[in-house]
């Protein structure tokens, strides 16, 4: 049996996340992975590919990156869970609230789905409303129904629940604006990236707020992927925005598993104790939330991204490949068939048929091309491990991958594609 072969009959979909399945590479992609360092991962056989997948975004200084490592295994050695709140949870807590300019509190947990669905229910909680209005250009806030209810991927979720998830757009607020109109006092919250792919237009995330306490509503930002990338004090510092609530997640412990829902003391406290004789909301209990070796390599993360000044290398080593892949487009004279952009610190590539459509069949075929000279590029996320050397190994990937996908553009990707085309996460059947 091969490596897919085991996966698929141990864990259903053959990974612990959908976007790791088999079916969002290519055929020549690595089935399994062994390990990581810096900017590389290799496979079982030890095989060394250049990542810009980073573990889907939550590797922002390098894999195996040593300080944050040897951070993580000293509060291993203390113990790494203990009965009551630990020294490390505090420092943890009072490091987030002192370095994200709208939090007075905040709560852990492991993974980005249960902190934006606390979200949701502080925001439910705080209201008495049940409705929630999502942005439908962000990809994914959690596997919880409120949001899967507003996928193609319905089965399996009450019908409630997908009713109780409203849409709109990205800057474009008007369309925000109809749902409050059409759900008046309905709309228990908003919530949305603060930006993916594009930066917010003629102010838009202070429109947002301001229509949501205009009607009742409360404002969340999701920071899973944004949150230490954009600015050491997330993107709301950088667009000058406070959120009433936020979560974050991703790059914040460089690979660790460390979540937070975070905000306003009136929100979060909802979920408190001490107020005697007040309604309970029992908002997180996890046994796992606080694990000191995650936290610990979360306060080591903060530490390396100021004294290395991570951020201003994200952004600009985004610069420096944004430009290099488009200018070795335009060399050859694939510019209107492969193009990249997005925000500097967090681009993006999209991949034209001759007609001028999107082609998943062209970006599987640009992804096994680049797999073949020792990149893996599913995506592209940034990380500190990524400098000079790493641009030098990506321009030669591309000057061969472009060879064969202009011949791909021009003849049909059919005929060089080895295997099935990528196929998209959020599809109704497989």
Same mark, same amino acid.
């Given at each position: ?20 399945? =088999? @079916? ?7 089935? %399994?992975? /062994? ?5 590389? &991962?290799?496979?079982? *056989? ?70 934006t669905t606390a979200a949701i ?21 959690? =596997? @919880? ?7 193609? %991927?319905? /089965? ?5 629940? &997908?009713?109780?998830? *409203? ?217 500190y491990a990524h400098g000079e ?22 003849e049909g990707y059919e005929k ?15």
């Amino acid at each position: 049996m091969t490596y897919q072969d085991r996966l698929l009959k141990a864990i259903p979909g053959g990974a612990h996340t959908y976007s790791r399945g =088999y @079916d969002q590479y290519p055929a020549n992609a690595p089935q %399994i992975l /062994k390990r990581g360092k810096g900017a590389y &991962i290799y496979d079982e *056989k030890e095989n060394e590919f250049l990542d810009y997948g980073m573990a889907l975004r939550a590797v922002n200084l390098g894999y195996a990156n040593e300080q944050v490592n040897q951070a993580a295994i000293r509060q291993i050695e203390y113990g790494n869970n203990l009965t009551k709140p630990s020294l490390i949870e505090l420092e943890a807590a009072e490091l987030l609230i002192d370095t994200i300019d709208s939090v007075d509190m905040v709560k852990f947990t492991k993974n980005g789905s249960t902190a934006t669905t606390a979200a949701i229910k502080l925001a439910r909680a705080y209201t008495g409303r049940e409705l929630v209005a999502r942005c439908a250009e962000h990809p994914f806030f959690s =596997y @919880d129904d409120w949001f899967i209810g507003s996928t193609p %991927i319905t /089965k399996g979720i009450p019908q409630k629940d &997908i009713e109780n998830t *409203k849409l709109f757009n990205y800057n474009d607020i008007a369309s925000l604006e109809q749902l409050f109109l059409k759900y008046p006092d309905q709309i228990a919250c908003v919530i949305l990236e603060p930006a993916a792919t594009e930066h917010p237009k003629d102010n838009f995330l202070h429109k947002v707020k301001e229509l949501c306490h205009k009607n009742g509503a409360i404002f969340i930002l999701d920071e899973m992927i944004t949150g230490f990338r954009w600015d050491l004090k997330g993107a709301q510092h950088y667009y000058g925005i406070e959120a009433d609530l936020c979560t974050f997640g991703k790059a914040m412990a460089n690979g660790f598993s460390v979540a937070a829902v975070a905000g306003k003391r009136e929100l979060m406290e909802l979920g408190s104790i001490e107020f005697e004789g007040k309604e309970r909301l029992f908002l997180l209990s996890t046994t796992h939330g606080a694990e000191m070796s995650g936290l610990g390599a979360f306060v080591e993360t903060v530490k390396f991204i100021k004294e290395n000044n991570v951020v201003e290398h994200l952004w600009q080593y985004g610069r420096d490949l944004i430009t290099l892949m488009n200018d070795m487009a335009k060399s050859f004279d694939i510019d209107k068939s492969f193009v990249a952009g997005g925000i500097e610190c967090s681009p993006y590539y999209l991949t034209f048929d001759k007609e001028g459509k999107n082609s998943l069949g062209l970006r599987t075929l640009f992804s096994q091309e680049m797999i073949k000279n020792g990149v893996m590029m599913p995506w592209i996320a940034l990380s500190y491990a990524h400098g000079e050397k790493e641009l030098e190994l990506t321009k030669n990937a591309l000057e061969k991958a472009f060879e064969v996908y202009k011949k791909a553009v021009d003849e049909g990707y059919e005929k060089y594609l080895i295997g099935d085309v990528i196929k998209p996460v959020f599809r109704k059947y497989n």
